[in-house]
């Protein structure tokens, strides 16, 4: 196979929520810096969630976090702007919660940016709940930022397993070429994984690097035909654990992508264990790309 048709889910605009924590500066000045290298429009959403609380909040204290928000929103689009002049930067205040508030405004072909932590969130906590629900439910691309910005390290590193993953690489790619990058492609394989399923050891070892390796082959090859001017590179890390080489390899990129499942039935965890694993480990900004 050397084409594919890629799905245009990250053409519409960058959506990111701010509460005004310190938490979710960095994720506005990420979403600011992506919709200008994009020249797409960005929107800031501030969810208050005083639907959630029903008639269990003071009409006054309503009245009050009402009031205060615009101001909120207001000033993180001036800060958006102040850096980006050329940013088409709008905002919202939803009364509704902060997952429904920014798959709504994402539509479907937006880009959500989240902070990694809130002002709900403890210090313990490596990723906050409104991230997590917001990654497991979106069927857009979703990034999570945490901490200050750092500098730019030239690369864009995407996770690949199989040729699922090409709308993954479609937006790293996309990426690396708005951010002047290099893109990496990285196949982390596991023999404990492989151990794990009960296959015959040697030969179905050798044949399942084989077949990464072709995976990896082919879509490099669609990669570099459909983007020319972009530096690619592949390679294929083996070891104990796939989720730590991903998060290895974010320690020297200034984005991670990784494509998720989204599970069909109820019970179990609602991303798979190494999306969740670099959610809450990674050292760069995460992208999370539903696949299929």
Known sequence: MDTHTFSNRADGPVVVGTDGSAGAAPAVMWAAEEASARSRPLHIV??????????????DV??????????????AAEQATGRFPELRATT???????????????????TVVVGSRGLGGFSALLLGSVGLSVVAHAQVPV?????????????????????ADHDAVRFAAQTAGHR???????????????VESMAPMVQAVWEAAEA???????????????????????????????????VEASSHADLLVVGTHKPTHPLGTALGRVTHAVLHHAHCP????PRG
């Open 92 to 110: 919202t205040v939803s009364q509704d919660s902060a997952t429904a508030s920014l798959l709504q405004a994402a539509g479907n072909d937006g």
């Open 62 to 75: 309503i009245r009050l976090i009402l009031d205060a928000a615009p101001d909120l929103v207001e000033k």
């Open 143 to 163: 990034v999570v930022v945490r901490n200050a910005e750092r500098p730019s390290t030239g690369v864009v590193v995407v996770g690949v397993q199989d040729e």
């Open 180 to 194: 002047k990058a290099s893109l990496r492609l990285l196949s982390a394989w596991s023999f404990v994984q492989y």
């Open 212 to 246: 990464e390796a072709s995976v990896s082959t082919r879509i490099i090859g669609s990669v570099r035909k459909e983007f020319p001017d972009l530096s690619v590179t592949a390679d294929v890390a083996r070891g104990a654990s796939p989720a730590g080489a991903l």
């Open 46 to 59: 501030h969810a208050t969630d005083v639907h959630g609380w029903g008639g269990g909040m003071n009409a």
């Open 286 to 289: 995460v992208a999370v790309i």
